[in-house]
């Protein structure tokens, strides 16, 4: 069963960091770009930040130079480091394979000012 379980997510005033984690099965995920996407409320989701099974990452303009992501193929893992956070941040965020339709079930955000 292709599945990710997004986590990591809470409350943090403006300016602050906090890092999400992405754990997936069901794929072969060293094999895999993984992304980062976000919904806010009333909007469609967006695109964030993805990495490629080689490590070449790209990120979303409204988000580049604040938010990095990783991979740990060893733990199936996938984060986003997030820094510098803005109230435009607050979402819920999802991860997902580029090759695959499975969303999980997010994990919310949610940036003070």
């Known amino acids: 069963q292709v599945q990710f379980v997004e986590s990591g997510g809470g409350l943090v005033q403006a300016g602050g960091s906090l890092r999400l984690s992405c754990a997936a099965s069901?794929?072969?995920?060293?094999?895999?770009?993984i992304g980062w996407y976000r919904q806010a409320p009333g909007k469609q989701r967006e695109f964030v930040a993805h990495?490629?099974?080689?490590?070449?990452?790209n990120y979303a303009e409204s988000v580049k130079g604040r938010f990095t992501i990783s991979r740990d193929n060893a733990k199936n893992t996938v984060y986003l480091q997030m820094n510098s956070l803005k109230p435009e941040d607050t979402a819920v965020y999802y991860c997902?394979?580029?090759?695959?339709?499975?969303w999980g079930q997010g994990t919310q955000v949610t940036v003070s000012s």
């Open positions: 997902k394979a580029l090759d695959y339709a499975y």
């Open positions: 069901g794929i072969t995920f060293s094999r895999n770009t």
């Open positions: 990495i490629t099974r080689g490590g070449y990452t």
